[in-house]
């Protein structure tokens, strides 16, 4: 893609009745020849080259009101509610309110349950484990 000078130097070029391979020698640094010759095509079909725009999402901005709701509901509420099911009730994505929570401060990650061993499994764990860094 060309810059805005880039193109302004192209297009003027172009009008002076200069050719792509004549553009190309003068000012080798400003883009390839393929670039040259697809730019030259618009230029002659009466297309300049525009930027492309970036494709925006539509955003909805969390309320205060709403971000209150969001916390009460993921740390206080006596009904478990996931983030996911709060995000789909105010309408909005379950990475907004991730967003949403680690700027609150608020931890936004499940803590995994692990088996709980018994005293006797841990010791016996852990001279099998000695024994096998011998071998």
Request: proline residues 4%; glycine residues 4%.
């Amino acid at each position: 893609m060309l810059t805005a000078e880039q193109r302004f130097l192209v297009t003027s070029q172009l009008h002076a009745g200069r050719t792509v391979p004549q553009i190309h020698v003068d000012h080798p640094d400003v883009c390839a020849l393929a670039t040259l010759y697809r730019f030259a095509k618009d230029f002659s079909a009466g297309v300049g080259e525009q930027p492309k725009k970036r494709q925006q999402r539509p955003w909805k901005k969390i309320y205060p009101n709403m971000a209150a709701t969001v916390v009460r509901r993921l740390t206080l509420a006596k009904t478990v509610h996931s983030i996911r099911s709060v995000a789909r009730d105010i309408g909005t994505s379950h990475t907004a309110i991730q967003k949403l929570l680690k700027k609150k401060g608020v931890k936004c990650y499940k803590l995994r349950k692990r088996n709980l061993i018994p005293k006797a499994q841990q010791q016996k764990r852990k001279s099998c484990s000695v024994s096998f860094k011998k071998r």
